[in-house]
């Protein structure tokens, strides 16, 4: 990159995020803007305080996503389509864009659903486990042991929201544990371990446990993109380590996971945060735990982003 850009880029980087060159642009200048806001953020509290918005919206909704609470608190409109656009691109961008959003509105509705089927197991974790030990345990011995012993034909069967319901009101302690629930019961889990317990290293532990076991179903359906959103936030907000967000950037990479608009948007945040950081003494944390290259590696993997699933 040559001086007089990289100089521009360090001046206004959400304009870098709100210029890419995308079939639905105006949805990622919307987001951009939305993580960028008016002005530039001058402390970690401050910093802090945008992720405790999620920590909440998290506990509230169960899970994170563009809720109407979401898109009141960071002004996220609508998509809309380049007004540029001739006719029949217009009309054929506008439907591309309807369609992913819809896809990521129903995987969200889909999601609380699962939640909802699972609220005696969720409400046995709240209540029942008190330390991140225990929390450990359950997440071991009830969730990831209950998969890899379950039938191959069982855990890769679509269960109905009816037949998680039973199981968990059954026994709250040991829910039924499949492709579909696995991830759900992951992220709530270490959510916990992390918010609830200040445990981030637990956390740490068990997702790289999962990476390890030489179960690929474990991994595939274990770790989707929605434990991984969770995993980038959690990484951002407990830790501001941005060398374990360059990690994981590379690990959706290399193993094909698809990012939605939350990896969009998290990482968004991750690249306006580091590169309007202007003074030494809060620039220090991204110089122990980072070094330039990382920023660049964020910034490349939002720019390359080019469909959303």
């Known amino acids: 990159m040559g001086s007089q850009s990289a100089h521009d880029e360090a001046s206004d980087p959400a304009k870098f995020l709100s210029q890419l060159k995308l079939p639905y642009q105006d949805f990622y200048k919307d987001f951009s803007d939305s993580v960028s806001g008016k ?12 992720h405790k918005i ?17 898109k009141k608190i960071t002004g996220f409109s609508d998509l809309t389509v380049n007004q540029l656009l001739g006719n029949e691109e217009s009309r054929l961008a506008s439907e591309k864009s309807s369609a992913i959003k819809k896809r990521f509105d129903d995987k969200l509705k889909h999601n609380r659903e699962i939640m909802e ?5 969720l409400e046995y974790i709240n209540n029942e486990i008190n330390d991140s030990e225990q929390l450990s345990e359950f997440v071991r011995s009830e969730v990831l042991e209950r998969f890899l012993q379950a039938d191959k034909s069982e855990l890769l069967k ?6 998680i319901s039973k199981k968990s009101m059954e026994d709250a302690s040991k829910p039924l544990v499949d492709k579909e629930t696995l991830p759900i019961l992951l992220r709530f889990c270490l959510n916990s371990m992390t918010n609830d317990f200040n445990s981030f290293d637990e956390t740490m532990l068990i997702i790289n446990y999962i990476k390890r076991h030489q ?50 948007k998290i990482l968004a945040q ?4 580091c590169m309007r950081i202007k003074d030494e003494v809060k620039a220090e944390p991204y110089l122990l735990w980072g070094e330039s290259g990382d920023i660049y590696k964020v910034k490349d993997f939002i720019g ?6």
């Not at 679509?158 to 037949?163: D, N, T």
């Not at 991750?270 to 945060?273: D, G, N, P």
């Not at 390359?304 to 699933?309: D, E, F, L, P, S």
């Open 39 to 50: 002005g530039q953020m001058t402390s970690f509290e401050e910093q802090k305080s945008f």
């Open 54 to 70: 999620f920590n909440y919206l998290k506990n509230e909704h169960g899970s994170i996503g563009i809720t109407d609470t979401v």
């Open 117 to 121: 089927s699972l609220l005696p197991t």
């Open 158 to 163: 679509k269960h109905s929201l009816s037949e």
């Open 215 to 264: 179960s690929i179903e474990l991994y595939e359906f274990g770790l989707n993109i929605d434990v991984y959103n969770s995993l980038l936030e959690q990484i951002w907000s407990k830790t501001e380590n941005l060398q374990l967000i360059s990690a994981v950037v590379d690990e959706l990479k290399v193993n094909a996971i698809q990012p939605d608009m939350m990896t969009y």
């Open 270 to 273: 991750v690249y306006l945060t």
């Open 304 to 309: 390359g982003i080019k469909t959303i699933h």
